[in-house]
Each structure stands twice: as structure tokens, then as C-alpha cells.
């Protein structure tokens, strides 16, 4: 699974990390948790996530 287009505030310039607004982050865990539970209920080979976050102007 791919989720694009999360907004980021700022990219790490050492680690290049987004920053996202708290709002948002939490938003972005709220989708994703489920996903990263997958394993403990079903039998099937569990998902890759990937976040892709377009670099702020």
C-alpha cells in the first residue's frame, strides 16, 4: 500500500524525515495502524506501507 500526497510542514535536513503538523501525523497513524496489525489476525502475507510525502515549496 502507497499514501501520497501527506502534507509535510518541513523535510529533516539531516535525516530528510518529514515534519508533519500534529494533526496530521496523527491522522496518517490513525490509516496506517491497522495495516501494521494486519499479521495478528489474518493468514495472508502482510502489507508494505509506504508513505510518500511531497517536498514543501
Do not use: K, Y
Not at 11 to 24: F, G, K, P, Q
Not at 27 to 48: F, G, I, K, Y
Request: glycine share 2%; proline share 9%; aromatic share 6%.
Amino acid at each position: 500500500m502507497t499514501v501520497t500526497g501527506i502534507p509535510a510542514v518541513a523535510v529533516c535536513s539531516r535525516c530528510e524525515n518529514a515534519v508533519l503538523e500534529w494533526d496530521v501525523a496523527q491522522a496518517v497513524e490513525d490509516l496506517v495502524q491497522p495495516l501494521l496489525r494486519w499479521a495478528e489476525s489474518h493468514t495472508l502475507v502482510e502489507p508494505v506501507v509506504n508513505v510518500v510525502f511531497p517536498v514543501p515549496a
